[in-house]
């Protein structure tokens, strides 16, 4: 009786601490641990989120490229660079137990590409929860930021990412709008990307950094345009003319402008999203129709594929590319399809 009135006190307290962020999982197991013998040490994380590796139960860090393949191929379309970069450099490191550095992304387009679509796609292949874990930092660049002088930035940046990879040091961290920081404030992030054991007790090599930008993306959807109308197949443009690309941009004018990251060659990859035509917007349209269950009473593919023919239809196109990408698919399915309620529930 007494041993479970300890556990119920210890699963109480554990509860006040998740509750309010303070909780990453080991805590209780290691009172647990103490109170009622190693065998109880990997209890709490049958129920809370810990910062544990693996398949099993327990384990809420899959680290799951075959996942990530999939979400890939099932749900992003007309961005080969990003897909050959994800699946290769950013698998190798999911699949490294040991990795030397942190896995610093750069992402660049115009809006509705797929920033933070492909954000929410490395989120899912890596933790149990997906988007819903409490292992993912999300700084959005216009908020807290926007009022703060360049030396307050960098403090208020370093002081959160610090804060939140002590707690698991196999966080995601995405900074979003990263073109709107106070300049320099990237910098404040430059000590935590080399290949360090620790810095002050906290170990960043298995974080992954994701830094979305719309900075380059106009010279992106220029340049695109250029190669298409010389006849160039869209999936032959290359990942390095498209890095220098960007790369150019960001250092003379844009939120890495003279940053150490470029000059310390600390970024692993650059990520160039290409402007989105017709045939890109119809195939987000029919992946939402699939995944919302926007049926619409179609029983065929052929149904579907003309129901995200009208929804593209409605898109607002500058030339051949779609001026807000498929940002507004979800919109428009909802009046092409109406939900239905009771499939959904």
């Given at each position: 009786?007494?041993?479970?009135?300890?556990?119920l006190l210890l699963?109480?307290i554990s509860?006040i601490?998740?509750?309010?962020g303070?909780f990453?999982?080991y805590?209780f197991?290691a009172?647990s641990?103490?109170?009622?013998g190693?065998d109880h040490?990997?209890?709490?994380c049958y129920?809370?989120?810990?910062?544990?590796?693996?398949?099993?139960k327990?384990?809420?860090?899959?680290n799951?490229?075959?996942k990530l393949e999939s979400l890939?191929?099932?749900k992003?379309f007309g961005?080969h660079?990003?897909?050959?970069i994800?699946?290769?450099?950013l698998?190798?490191?999911?699949?490294d137990p040991?990795?030397?550095?942190?896995f610093?992304l750069?992402?660049?387009?115009?809006t509705g590409?797929?920033?933070?679509?492909i954000s929410?796609?490395?989120?899912?292949?890596r933790y149990?929860?997906?988007?819903a874990?409490n292992?993912?930092?999300k700084?959005?660049?216009?908020?807290k930021?926007?009022t703060?002088?360049?030396?307050?930035?960098?403090e208020q940046?370093?002081?959160?990412?610090?804060?939140h990879?002590k707690?698991?040091?196999?966080a995601?961290?995405?900074i979003?709008?990263?073109e709107?920081l106070?300049?320099?404030?990237?910098n404040?992030?430059?000590?935590f990307?080399d290949?360090?054991?620790?810095?002050d007790g906290?170990?960043?090599r298995?974080?992954i950094?994701i830094?979305?930008?719309?900075t380059?993306g106009?010279?992106i959807?220029?340049?695109?345009?250029v190669?298409?109308?010389?006849?160039?197949n869209?999936?032959?443009?290359?990942v390095?003319e498209m890095?220098?690309?960007i790369?150019?941009?960001l250092?003379n004018s844009?939120?890495?402008k003279?940053?150490s990251?470029?000059?310390?060659?600390?970024?692993d990859a650059?990520?160039?999203?290409l402007?989105?035509e017709k045939?890109h917007v119809?195939?987000c349209?029919?992946?939402?129709?699939?995944?919302?269950?926007?049926?619409c009473?179609?029983?065929?593919?052929?149904c579907?594929?003309?129901?995200?023919?009208?929804?593209?239809n409605?898109?607002?196109?500058?030339?051949?590319?779609s001026?807000?990408?498929?940002?507004?698919?979800?919109?428009?399915a909802n009046?092409?399809?109406?939900?239905?309620?009771?499939t959904?529930l």
């Open positions: 009786m007494a041993i479970l009135r300890g556990f699963q109480a509860s601490l998740c509750e309010n303070y990453n999982g805590y197991g009172a641990a103490m109170y009622f190693l040490f990997k209890v709490p129920r809370y989120e810990c910062c544990t590796v693996g398949t099993g327990v384990h809420w860090i899959r799951d490229v075959g890939l191929k099932e992003l961005q660079i990003a897909h050959k994800l699946s290769r450099q698998g190798a490191f999911l699949l040991k990795p030397e550095k942190p610093v750069h992402i660049s387009g115009k590409t797929g920033k933070n679509h929410n796609l490395v989120a899912q292949a149990s929860k997906g988007v874990s292992h993912i930092l700084i959005i660049g216009t908020h930021y926007s703060l002088d360049s030396e307050k930035a960098r940046l370093k002081k959160e990412v610090v804060e990879v707690k698991c040091k196999h995601l961290v995405i979003d709008e990263s709107k106070p300049e320099g404030t990237l404040a992030i430059s000590p990307l290949k360090n054991v620790a810095i906290v170990d960043y298995n974080t950094f830094l979305l930008s719309n380059a106009n010279a959807k220029v340049y695109t345009e190669q298409l109308e010389k006849g160039r869209r999936d032959d443009i290359t390095l890095e220098n690309l790369q150019e941009h250092y844009g939120e890495l003279h940053s990251l470029i000059s310390r060659y600390q970024l650059f990520i160039p999203l402007p989105l045939r119809q195939q349209a029919e992946e939402q129709l699939n995944q919302r269950r926007y049926k009473g179609c029983e065929s593919s052929s579907i594929s003309n129901r995200a023919n009208e929804i593209a409605q898109i607002d196109f500058s030339g051949r590319f001026r807000s990408g498929c940002k507004k698919i979800l919109t428009k009046l092409v399809c109406p939900l239905d309620r009771k959904e």
